[in-house]
């Protein structure tokens, strides 16, 4: 069985300090892994993926993260974050044939001015 | 292209009543996910479906099930709700649903067990 665990269900930081996530998954197969935003009064959407080949993936709104085996983890993180960036972040696993995609519990990045 | 869509958007019920909620797909999507949000729980998978077929559930009781049409618009159901059952439901729609697939969220029906 797959699970997911993002450490911190709260984060807050001041705007245009550095930001890290984190999760990390366990599972017995290969994996596919993403992080998903859910904006204040708006649906999830795809932030990143991580599927094969380079273990950094990137996002166009300056996130990064980066998927490290064998610490079973795939911590986002973000150098300078805005106001925007308010929002729940969730990580997800996957993997082939299962037809199933298991979510973690949710981060609450709230960023302050 | 369309997003995902949702109906109803609210839902206001009482206990032991039963309960539809619809959802379709983007245009040429034929997976559909369904999952119940809940605060610090997250999203936890109900059922997935695909050309009209059941590939996997999550671990809910049988009062949840789904069913899917030819036009890949699914529907859930659930019945006799309980108070717990209080959540926002997500539709989900993908190419073909493989793990290497985006989801496509909608905006979610919002439940409400009185």
């Known amino acids: 069985a797959q699970s997911v665990t993002q450490l911190d269900s709260q984060v807050p930081v001041f705007e245009e300090a550095p930001v890290e996530l984190r999760c990390n998954y366990s599972s017995s197969v290969s994996v596919y892994l993403f992080w998903y935003v859910q904006y204040p009064n708006q649906g999830l959407q795809l932030l990143l993926k991580?599927?094969?080949?380079?273990?950094l993936v990137k996002s166009i709104n300056g996130f990064e993260a980066e998927f490290n085996k064998s610490q079973t983890s795939f911590h986002l993180r973000k150098p300078s974050v805005h106001i925007s960036d308010t929002a729940e972040y969730f990580c997800a696993v996957s993997n082939t044939g299962g037809f199933k995609t298991i979510f973690g519990a949710g981060t609450r990045l709230f960023v302050k001015a | 292209k369309a997003g995902v869509t949702q109906t109803p958007r609210y839902l206001i019920k009482t206990r032991g009543q039963q309960v539809t909620l619809s959802c379709s797909p983007i245009s040429g999507h034929r997976s559909v996910s369904w999952y119940q949000q809940t605060p610090g729980q997250g999203l936890q998978f109900l059922f997935e479906?695909?050309?009209?077929?059941?590939?996997n559930k999550g671990n809910f009781p049988g009062r949840f099930s789904g069913r899917q049409f030819s036009n890949s618009r699914s529907e859930m159901n659930v019945s006799t709700l309980e108070l717990g059952d209080s959540a926002l439901y997500l539709c989900a729609s993908s190419l073909e649903g493989a793990g290497t697939d985006t989801q496509y969220f909608g905006p979610g029906t919002r439940l409400t067990v009185l």
């Open positions: 991580y599927l094969s080949g380079s273990t």
């Open positions: 479906y695909f050309s009209e077929t059941q590939r």
